[in-house]
């Protein structure tokens, strides 16, 4: 999921991430053209929002590390230690290299980042190579975005092994949500490090809720949260807005406006999973 307040220059990008989710494991049942011992991995790529007018990040290369063992039943995961080196593959993903505007897959959309044939197993760990061409546009003005001394250039996103969808017999995918936001984080004035943060998440086990905000001079933040978690939108041109990744639940959502607009608290609103909650037009009034 996502996390972002109405800020206007903090956190993007970095890290190592734990997550666990549903798995990229084989399902034997009905037809497939995959090869024998062969399952096909997709990622696609989308963004928390941020009051940045561009986010720009160098992504070189995509390689998992699949845990093949899993896949006969021989045990149930490495363990803590992951030392069993007979059932880790490497294996490299296409990929569309070069610079991605990350504040242009808000409100829903997204961009497949990596696709490739991989061994059949578990998807363990995730690694996205950065290149060095990372940047930032605040206030129309470009600046460095730079990896913290001594960071490594590179994301690893360690998972469960239960994280994918499988979609179709032996395809595999998985969201990869960038907590802009939380990622960026401001050193000084005009100076800015790129620590990412990634949420995963699936279409199948999460919901998500839409709408559209007017007047557009209202310049919106929503805060969608219950007593467990807590998502943002940032509305787009025409006040549309559309938060995915969200748990099933009753939630509230809080309009932070702007120019003299009042806020406004929808409450009890129900998010079902694998379904859009839309909440039509909502009219702010000064």
Not at 51 to 64: A, E, M, N, P, R
Not at 117 to 122: A, D, F, Q, Y
Not at 161 to 170: A, Q, V, W, Y
């Amino acid at each position: 999921m996502k996390t972002i307040a109405k800020l206007a220059g903090l956190l993007l990008l970095a890290g190592i991430v734990s997550i666990a989710f549903y798995a990229c494991t084989k399902d034997s049942s009905g037809e497939t053209n995959m090869p024998s011992g062969k399952q096909e991995v997709s990622f696609y790529l989308t963004d928390g929002p941020s009051l940045f007018d561009k986010v720009l990040i160098d992504i070189k290369s995509v390689k998992v590390l699949v845990d093949t063992c899993s896949k006969h039943g021989e045990h149930n995961g490495w363990g803590d230690d992951d030392k069993n080196d007979s059932c880790k593959v490497w294996d490299s993903l296409a990929v569309v290299p070069g610079v991605y505007d990350l504040l242009s897959l808000r409100n829903g959309a997204d961009t497949l980042l990596a696709k490739g044939v991989t061994p059949e197993g578990k998807i363990k760990k995730i690694i996205i190579e950065l290149g060095t061409r990372n940047s930032l546009v605040k206030d129309s003005v470009s600046y460095p975005l730079n990896l913290p001394p001594g960071d490594k250039s590179y994301i690893v996103l360690t998972l469960s092994g239960n994280e994918c969808e499988e979609f179709s017999p032996k395809r595999f995918r998985l969201w990869l949500d960038f907590d802009v936001q939380r990622s960026i984080i401001r050193v000084r004035d005009n100076m800015f490090y790129l620590k990412p943060v990634i949420h995963l998440f699936i279409l199948k086990t999460t919901g998500s809720l839409s709408g559209k905000i007017t007047p557009r001079e209202s310049l919106a933040v929503l805060t969608i949260y219950n007593n467990t978690d807590t998502a943002y939108a940032l509305p787009g041109r025409e006040g549309e807005f559309k938060v995915r990744g969200l748990q099933e639940g009753t939630y509230n959502v809080f309009i932070n406006a702007s120019n003299g607009y009042q806020d406004s608290t929808i409450v009890n609103v129900k998010v079902k999973t694998n379904q859009e909650t839309k909440l039509g037009t909502i009219k702010l009034h000064k």
